[in-house]
Nanobody, 130 residues
Framework: QVQLVESGGGLVQAGDSLRLSCAASGRTFSNYGAPDGMSWFRQAPGKEREFVAAISWRRGNTYIADSVKGRFTCSRDNARNTVYLQMNSLKPEDTAVYYC???????????????????WGQGTQVTVSS
């Protein structure tokens, strides 16, 4: 089992930056069979949940959605079992609940498929005012 807890959300103005954290506990990357793929998704009111970014715990490879590429980056701190989503130049359309999710394999071609994820966090709200 893996537990994921997001934090760092809040209310910011357009153009601001924000860093979200996802703290993992339980069967984390140092354990055999632990998830390697960690991702961020977001869901705006009235819209479907969408993929934002992903990172491999073990290798640090990242995969960023085209919609946020150049503004968002994903990183991890293995010592803290924490994954981060750095969001720069925020726009009102970035307003959403942001979720952290984990899956066993990190494969760029599958990271956007929500059905492949085994674990989800509870989400953290990000609101960007214009």
């Amino acid at each position: 089992q893996v537990q994921l807890v997001e934090s760092g959300g809040g209310l910011v103005q357009a153009g601001d930056s924000l860093r979200l954290s996802c703290a993992a506990s339980g069967r984390t990357f140092s354990n055999y069979g632990a998830p390697d793929g960690m991702s961020w998704f977001r869901q705006a009111p009235g819209k479907e949940r969408e993929f934002v970014a992903a990172i491999s715990w073990r290798r640090g490879n990242t995969y960023i959605a085209d919609s946020v590429k150049g503004r968002f980056t994903c990183s991890r701190d293995n010592a803290r079992n924490t994954v981060y989503l750095q969001m720069n130049s925020l726009k009102p359309e970035d307003t959403a609940v942001y979720y952290c999710a984990a899956k066993v394999l990190f494969m760029p071609q599958t990271m956007a498929d929500m059905s492949r994820y085994d674990y989800w966090g509870q989400g953290t709200q990000v609101t960007v005012s214009s």
